[in-house]
């Protein structure tokens, strides 16, 4: 009788015919290069491939290499991230290109890429494993939800995380580590899908104790999600004679830090509407448009009223804000928070460059 064949190398056969075609991706078996794994593992945190593709094209045109992202600005650097979300890792895209610059390369192990900047855990293995080939765990959400399938795992997450890792580690060969971790991606996103996967196709069907139970679909199980709470708040949008809007950089540290916003007012689940002028930035007129702006943040839902004021063309602007012109907000990171303001206030704002 011939030996079975092991899951991975039945994987790793799947994968050698099916891989995805992606931008920072080299085929099956082909050296890749740390930089674009590197780049592309901190924009998909969290973000789908659909979204990332135009940002990465985009940063790689203008810094194609870790040298050129190390020294480019950091204004710069979040006027291209804007609409990417969470902005911490654009702050710390350029503080780790600076910190891999300086040491003269990417390390090719898990513990000289944990000790980078925004470098945690699943970024670390995936690197060591993508980039160099190292033998590495590396479990995303899409691997989760195959080991949870494959295994039956009744433990609901995220306390089942290190249930999850143990049997991919199981998984995981000691050859071919990076195609095994993208391939287990794959699988993921194109077949053992969050709902209806297609069993029919995996090359796993056969070991899967979630397809043998049935409704696998039910898997990974999850444990109850806390409510959302609420945050209220106000933005004004003060447009001068000539066009040009108010605006002003938030701190840098903290939610949305560095990037480019409307003045407002702080957010709260108590936020009282009747004295939100109190914090407007200068003394206009003052008119609130109808409805509020809705934006889903990780950890609350926020609600944002919009004022729109018209000031006159020799009204200064307001401490820690600047006006700038309606044809430079291309330029300017506006988050997409901000950019769904502007259009509240019936601002059109140029579209973004495609990649």
């Not at 297609?198 to 409510?227: I, M, Q, V, Y």
């Amino acid at each position: 009788m011939p030996p079975r064949t092991s899951p991975a190398a039945t994987l790793l056969a799947w994968y050698d015919r099916h891989a995805r075609k992606l931008p920072w991706r080299a085929p099956p078996g082909a050296t890749q290069d740390p930089y674009a794994v590197w780049l592309s593992e901190i924009m998909l945190q969290q973000t789908t491939v659909a979204a990332v593709g135009p940002y990465y094209r985009r940063f790689l045109e203008r810094w194609p290499d870790v040298a050129a992202l190390a020294a480019a600005p950091d204004e710069e650097i979040m006027r291209e991230w804007a609409g990417l979300g969470y902005y911490s890792r654009a702050r710390n895209l350029a503080a780790c290109a600076r910190a891999v610059f300086a040491r003269g390369g990417f390390p090719s192990d898990e513990a000289g890429l944990r000790e980078l900047p925004g470098i945690g855990p699943y970024t670390a293995a995936a690197v060591a494993a993508i980039a160099f080939d190292r033998r590495a765990v590396v479990v995303d959400s899409n691997v989760e939800r195959v080991i949870s399938r494959l295994h039956a795992i009744g433990t609901p997450l995220p306390q089942a995380k290190p249930e999850i890792r143990a049997r991919a580690d199981e998984l995981t060969p000691h050859k071919r580590a990076g195609d095994f971790a993208q391939a287990m991606m794959d699988l993921g996103a194109t077949v053992c899908t969050p709902k209806r996967p297609a069993c029919a196709l995996c090359p796993l069907a056969d070991a899967c104790r979630a397809k043998n139970a049935g409704a696998p679909e039910t898997w990974p199980r999850r444990a109850p999600k806390a409510a959302r709470p609420m945050r209220r708040g106000a933005v004004f949008v003060a447009i001068r004679a000539d066009g040009a809007v108010l605006l002003r950089t938030r701190p840098p540290k903290g939610l949305l830090g560095g990037m480019t916003e409307f003045p407002g007012t702080e957010w709260s689940g108590d936020f009282d509407l009747s004295r939100a002028l109190d914090a407007a930035p200068l003394k206009l007129s003052w008119k609130a448009t109808p409805g509020e702006v809705t934006h889903v943040f990780t950890h609350f839902a926020l609600e944002l009223t919009v004022f729109v004021a018209r000031a006159p063309q020799a009204r200064a602007a307001s401490p820690g804000a600047r006006w700038i012109a309606a044809d430079a907000l291309a330029g300017e990171a506006l988050p997409s928070l901000m950019r769904k303001a502007a259009v509240h206030a019936g601002l059109e704002l140029p579209a973004r460059r495609p990649g």
